[in-house]
């Protein structure tokens, strides 16, 4: 049985100030993994890396035995078509549309935006599912950050993805919030059974999700495996 | 009086192609220029700004030398589809076009810089095409930066006088726009034709400022 996880990402940045060097290697079976490190660690990178938005100077990312990209075999496959569920640090939600016709984005064909009054299926399982089905006139400025949240879920699990990517899903909320979202989304991930990587910078957020936690610091693996006991305080 | 409204149709004839004209090329350039990097892209930009700052005559001139019977490129397209580009309509449609490139690009330039990537590459994730994500993403959320240049280049072009002058000169009825046929109309002591020309094209150029103001990104686009 082939792997969940294989990724080695590499990536050299280099900006006027500084020169970061990205060196992140992971193989994993968890069905929850944590990328778990301080920010400008490189998490968000390794994460774009796998989703394809960012190309890698070498390495690999292999999803359940596939290949999405390996540069020295020169694959490549683009981000559009490798069925990732992505939710961004601030949840990159389409302000020119409304909350109905985000979460249809990804079904909509062609290059035109989905009407506001769409209808489909799937779109209103998951309007109903994240309680979102009396906003979908609503507009991205127009929700609270815990709507747009479960607004960003919506639009990533509405186009059937094969795993999810979170980048700090958390990281906007207040703190009340915040662990009722990490419990919905627990939830969530346990009944769709869907792999999922989420970055987090926060402990609490490690130990709900990690069943394997990879930290990561200035753009490498730093330590691995489940979260020690010592660290275990809150 | 009757012959006023001449100028006036043929104006609105050749700024209306320069600004279509504009708005394609002027989308085009300004997307490459925000959102590729490639060497040389500033002084691209630089170079495509000229004629914001360069003496219209001076336009005009190296138009001249270009497609002239005897330019380059004059000289190509009459050996190889007959066509003569001075003192037509069409000579004074490039003319505009150049004049009012710069204020197209320029802000179609700065309103695809002020789209967040993130969303592009949020729609890429969904499974868009990078077409898709320019008509369905990228274009909605810079439209109305983009129009307010358009209608300052349709105000632009409809002003416009050196560059058309030297290019299509000043025909009656061909190629004689409405700023030319000001400057004839004074020339000629026609004081009264001169008058109704001025208000026309005043009135024209406020209607269109007022437009481009409402249009100018203060709220975000598509928002009720």
């Not at chain 1, 990724?7 to 994993?28: K, P, T």
């Not at chain 1, 991930?189 to 990879?214: K, M, S, W, Y």
């Not at chain 2, 005559?57 to 270009?66: A, D, E, F």
Request: proline content about 5%.
């Amino acid at each position: 049985m082939a792997l969940t996880w294989d990724v080695d990402a590499r990536r050299r940045l280099e900006h006027a100030q500084r020169r970061f060097e990205l060196c992140v290697r992971f193989a994993s079976d968890a069905r929850r993994l944590v990328l778990f490190g301080p920010s400008g660690a490189g998490k968000s990178q390794t994460l774009k890396i796998v989703a394809g938005l960012t190309r890698a100077d070498a390495g690999h990312v292999r999803l359940g035995g596939e290949t999405l990209a390996d540069v020295a075999a020169g694959i490549d496959v683009p981000a559009r078509e490798r069925r990732l569920g992505y939710v961004f640090q601030d949840y990159a939600l389409f302000p020119h549309l409304n909350v109905l016709q985000n979460v249809a984005f990804g079904l909509q064909r062609g290059w035109r935006n989905a009407p506001r009054e769409v209808r489909h299926d799937e779109v209103q399982r998951w309007m109903h599912a994240l309680e979102l089905a009396p906003l979908s006139r609503h507009y991205p400025e127009q929700l609270s950050g815990g709507q747009r949240q479960r607004t960003a879920l919506a639009r990533a699990l509405v186009a059937r993805p094969r795993a999810l990517l979170l980048d700090e899903p958390f990281a906007a909320l207040d703190p009340e919030l915040r662990a009722r979202l990490r419990d919905e989304l627990a939830d969530l991930q346990a009944e769709l059974d869907l792999p999922l990587v989420l970055i987090t910078h926060d402990e609490r957020d490690a130990r709900r999700f990690g069943d394997e936690v990879i930290e990561i610091d200035a753009g490498r693996v730093t330590g691995g495996g489940a979260l020690r006991e010592d660290r275990d305080r809150s | 009086m009757e012959g006023a409204w001449i100028p006036l149709a043929l104006t609105l004839k050749v700024a209306g192609w320069a600004t279509l004209l504009n708005l394609v090329l002027g989308v085009g350039v300004g997307f490459v220029l925000a959102r590729r990097r490639f060497p040389g892209r500033e002084l691209l930009d630089a170079l495509l700004t000229l004629p914001m700052v360069m003496p219209p005559t001076v336009l005009g001139y190296y138009l001249l030398v270009l497609i002239g019977r005897r330019g380059p490129l004059g000289a190509w397209l009459h050996a190889h589809f007959g066509v003569q580009l001075i003192f037509t309509w069409q000579g004074a449609v490039i003319a505009a076009t150049i004049v009012a490139f710069p204020l197209v690009f320029k802000s179609a330039r700065a309103a695809f810089e002020a789209v967040d990537p993130q969303l592009e590459q949020a729609a890429r994730v969904l499974g868009l095409g990078e077409a898709a994500v320019f008509f369905r993403v990228t274009l909605p959320l810079a439209w109305r930066g983009i129009l307010a240049g358009t209608l300052l280049a349709f105000a632009r072009a409809t002003g416009e006088f050196g560059a058309t002058l030297m290019v299509a000169g000043s025909i009656p009825g061909k190629t004689q726009t409405l700023s030319v046929a000001v400057y004839e109309a004074v020339q000629a002591g026609q004081d009264d034709v001169a008058n109704f020309l001025v208000a026309v094209t005043s009135v024209t150029c406020v209607a269109v400022l007022l437009a481009a103001g409402r249009l100018v990104p203060g709220r975000v686009a598509g928002a009720p």
